[in-house]
Nanobody, 124 residues
Framework: DVQLVESGGGSVQAGGSLRLSCAVS????????MGWFRQVPGKEREGVAA???????SYTDSVKGRFTISKDNAKNTLYLQMNSLKPEDTAMYYC???????????????????WGQGTQVTVS
C-alpha cells in the first residue's frame, strides 16, 4: 500500500502563497499518477492538479497560472505551490495517488485509490 501525509497548510491573506507537501511511502513505484484535491463542507471533492509518472501535469481551470504541482522522486515528496491565493481557494486539501488512471480523467477523484488525511488552507 501507499501512505500519504500532507503538510504545509495554514491561514494566509488573499494574494499570498503557500506550499503544500505530501510525503509518500510504501509501494510507491506502483503509482502512475499523483494529484491534489480539495473539498469544502457540503461540496464534492474537486481535482486541483495532477502529475503523471512522466511529469505531465494537469490543472483545473480555476488554478491555472497560479498553482504548480511538482514532485521530487529522490525525496518521495509531492508539492503544490499555490500563489495569488483567493478566498475561494479555502478548503481542505488532499494528496492522492493512483496506480492507473484514464488519461481523459486525471482529475477525477474516483481514479485514485490512496488518500492522505488532508491539510486545511484558509485564505481571508
Amino acid at each position: 500500500d501507499v501512505q500519504l501525509v500532507e503538510s504545509g497548510g495554514g491561514s494566509v491573506q488573499a494574494g499570498g502563497s503557500l506550499r503544500l507537501s505530501c510525503a509518500v511511502s510504501g509501494y510507491t513505484y506502483s503509482t502512475q499518477c499523483m494529484g491534489w484535491f480539495r473539498q469544502v463542507p457540503g461540496k464534492e471533492r474537486e481535482g486541483v492538479a495532477a502529475i503523471d509518472s512522466d511529469g505531465s501535469t494537469s490543472y483545473t481551470d480555476s488554478v491555472k497560472g497560479r498553482f504548480t504541482i511538482s514532485k521530487d522522486n529522490a525525496k518521495n515528496t509531492l508539492y503544490l505551490q499555490m500563489n495569488s491565493l483567493k478566498p475561494e481557494d479555502t478548503a481542505m486539501y488532499y494528496c492522492a495517488a493512483a496506480r492507473t488512471v484514464y488519461a481523459g480523467d486525471v482529475l477525477g477523484k474516483n481514479q485514485y485509490e490512496y488518500w492522505g488525511q488532508g491539510t486545511q488552507v484558509t485564505v481571508s
